[in-house]
């Protein structure tokens, strides 16, 4: 691990991303999965409690300083940023609708990576429309009965505590259920997956899964418009910056193959096509990172459209992502369709990251409003006092 700036406080994560994650990414992909020895040194420097409370034995990052710390992850290795994802979305929600008892008894070991934590949310007709969830909790002896099927569900191959969405009587409901519950089942998804195929995704079975008092988290019919929303709105913001970092780390690939390879007897960057693909590349990530700079400085500033301005950068990043991986293809030519250079692996991530934490569609209609509210309304207003 990349040791701490001179003066104290959190590692490099530019230089541990590229000296300890980028190196093994590749075998990441095709083993499926994240190693044990690498999430370990993950956990070293801090980053799977980036935005815990010190209090808990987090970093106590905010906004930015997380997002920029993904955004280094994720332009080397997808699957591995998926997991700091992951664990902030769940102690994030721990962190915000958690009772003091839950709070000390999970986000210690968040914070330190001796616990990981997957979010399960999505089922058979539970994509986009979150609030179709049919997993059913229902009050038994004091405590909780959780019955459903989720899928698609990040690091639930490995995960110890499982933050799990229902309904109870038709009010969505939160509860933490643990590892060795009888009746949880996780069955690992492996690599029929097109992107992120390391990030040890699992479909999770929940069958008469019983459990205390002490696992619901937030009221009843809270479960999604408090406890889900919060760690919905931390992915969204992990991944926006996660994709500015990937279409950055399609840039720089980009850039090391066209310097090097020769055609027609000079670099390739050197020819204007080229220089015209990379420099689009250029124009993409540095756009999508500001979006990512607004978002967080909407989040740390409290702003009444922070979760919208996540929308944006989402939507934006993740787009950036995927053209600018596909160019990167493009520029490597048929050395680019092979698993020989990252940027095949990156254009099959990228693409996933379309459809991850709310797909580009879902994200359309979100910044829609945005622009309906900040100019429609002003728009109508002088339409009819010009009547």
Same mark, same amino acid.
């Given at each position: ?10 590692? *490099?994560? =530019? ?5 300890? /994650?980028?190196? @093994? ?23 799977? !409690?980036?935005?815990?409370?010190? *209090?808990? !034995? ?14 280094? /992850?994720? #332009? ?47 089922? =058979? ?20 009965? /959780? *019955? ?58 929940? /069958?008469?899964? @019983? ?17 889900? +929303? ?12 996660? #994709? ?13 193959? %066209? ?5 027609? !007897? ?12 990379? #420099? ?6 540095? #756009?999508?990172?500001?979006?990512? @700079?607004?978002?967080?400085? +909407?989040?740390? %500033?409290?702003?009444?459209? +922070? ?32 698993? *020989?250079?990252?940027?095949? @692996? ?42």
């Amino acid at each position: 691990m990349s040791p701490p700036p001179a003066g104290g406080g959190p590692p *490099d994560f =530019a230089r541990f991303a590229a000296e300890v /994650v980028g190196p @093994r990414a590749g075998e990441t992909d095709r083993a499926p999965g994240l190693a044990p020895e690498l999430i370990r040194e993950v956990a070293a420097t801090g980053l799977l !409690g980036a935005m815990i409370p010190a *209090d808990y !034995g987090g970093l106590a990052l905010d906004a930015p300083a997380f997002g920029r710390a993904c955004a280094e /992850v994720g #332009s080397w290795c997808t699957a591995t940023r998926a997991l700091l994802t992951v664990q902030n979305m769940v102690a994030g929600a721990i962190a915000r609708w958690g009772t003091p008892e839950q709070r000390r008894r999970w986000l210690p070991g968040l914070a330190d990576g001796s616990r990981l934590a997957a979010f399960c949310l999505t089922e =058979a007709d539970a994509g986009s429309d979150a609030a179709a969830v049919a997993t059913e909790v229902a009050a038994k002896d004091g405590g909780w009965v /959780v *019955d459903g099927r989720k899928l698609w569900v990040t690091a639930g191959a490995v995960a110890d505590l499982f933050l799990v969405v229902g309904t109870m009587a038709g009010a969505p409901t939160a509860v933490v259920l643990e590892r060795g519950t009888p009746g949880l089942r996780v069955e690992p998804v492996g690599d029929r997956l097109l992107g992120m195929r390391g990030a040890l995704v699992a479909h999770v079975g929940l /069958v008469g899964c @019983r459990a205390p008092a002490g696992a619901r988290l937030g009221p009843v019919g809270a479960g999604f418009s408090h406890v889900a +929303a919060v760690a919905l709105d931390l992915g969204r913001h992990s991944v926006a910056w996660g #994709s500015a970092g990937l279409a950055e780390g399609c840039l720089r690939e980009a850039v090391r193959y %066209a310097t090097v390879r020769r055609q027609f !007897g000079r670099p390739l960057a050197e020819h204007q096509l080229i220089r015209r693909l990379l #420099s689009d590349m250029v124009v993409r990530a540095r #756009s999508a990172r500001q979006l990512c @700079r607004a978002a967080s400085a +909407a989040h740390a %500033a409290r702003e009444p459209d +922070a979760v919208q301005e996540t929308m944006v950068a989402k939507y934006a990043a993740s787009t950036a992502a995927f053209a600018n991986a596909a160019d990167a293809v493009q520029i490597h030519g048929a050395a680019g369709c092979t698993t *020989d250079h990252p940027v095949e @692996r990156f254009l099959r991530d990228a693409k996933t990251q379309q459809i991850i934490e709310g797909t580009d569609q879902m994200h359309q209609l979100g910044v829609c409003e945005l622009a309906l509210r900040e100019y429609g309304g002003p728009l109508r207003a002088a339409a009819e006092g010009a009547r």
